[in-house]
């Protein structure tokens, strides 16, 4: 049963990354209005996510084998819900500058939780003898199916971005810390024995699919 737990959790820790991606991805147009910037000078603010989400990668490979997945995953899963709420903060400050930092955070920690949840992944298909990471991209897609469908009702329905995004990183937070999911992240840290190289071949299948 325990172990059924964790694969449900982490089927979720596919789910939320591309819930919180879209949640402020289908914003971007208010955004911009909020921060009052021109569309170039948009596009340096985003910028901001470029950098972190490959600082993120190159870090994923040497965080994951010095700390293990279950850490990883739960400080940078932690890190991304922070960098949302600086999102949030930026838009009522109206500050290009925090804006650009906090996806600064959110690209850097959404980068090594990705590996290291690929190496889970991976972990539980030898566990069960079965292929599953398709079905855990899957739910990547549903999430961000999810956060632009809730995107699109909130805009039509006039809640200010900087409510949306903030309402959107407390649901993470939710998610992320009551039961199973994080009791399921201790139980993890027992089960499977973690192997270096896997971290080492996620972290080039990620980086790879990031330049292409």
């Known amino acids: 049963m325990k172990r059924r ?6 089927f979720m820790f596919f789910f939320l990354p591309g819930l ?14 909020i921060l009052s910037v021109s569309i170039a000078e948009m596009g340096g603010v985003l910028f901001g996510l470029s950098i972190g989400s490959m600082s993120g990668i190159l870090c994923s490979a040497w965080l994951v084998k ?3 997945t279950r850490n990883v995953i739960l400080v940078t899963m932690s890190c991304a819900l922070i960098g949302m709420m600086v999102l949030s903060l930026a838009l009522w400050l109206t500050s290009p500058l ?3 930092v906090g996806l600064g955070v959110f ?3 959404f980068g090594s939780a990705e590996v290291a949840i690929n190496v889970e992944g991976a972990a539980v298909e030898r566990e069960m003898n079965k292929t599953v990471l398709p079905m855990m991209h899957g739910f990547y897609s549903l999430g961000t199916l999810a956060g632009a469908g809730v995107g699109m009702a909130l805009t039509a329905f006039g809640v200010p971005a900087t409510m ?10 939710a998610g992320l810390f009551i039961s199973p999911f994080r009791q399921s992240l201790m139980v993890r840290a027992k089960m499977l024995p973690m192997a270096p190289s896997m971290a080492k071949k996620a972290f ?7 330049c292409c």
């Open 66 to 68: 010095r700390f293990g």
């Open 107 to 109: 690209g850097a920690s």
């Open 98 to 100: 925090l804006f650009a």
């Open 5 to 10: 737990t964790w694969h449900i959790a982490l």
């Open 204 to 210: 080039l299948f990620i980086a790879i699919s990031s």
């Open 20 to 33: 919180l991606m879209a949640s402020w991805a289908t914003r971007t147009p208010a955004i911009r209005d």
């Open 164 to 173: 949306h995004i903030l309402l959107a990183a407390l649901v993470g937070i």
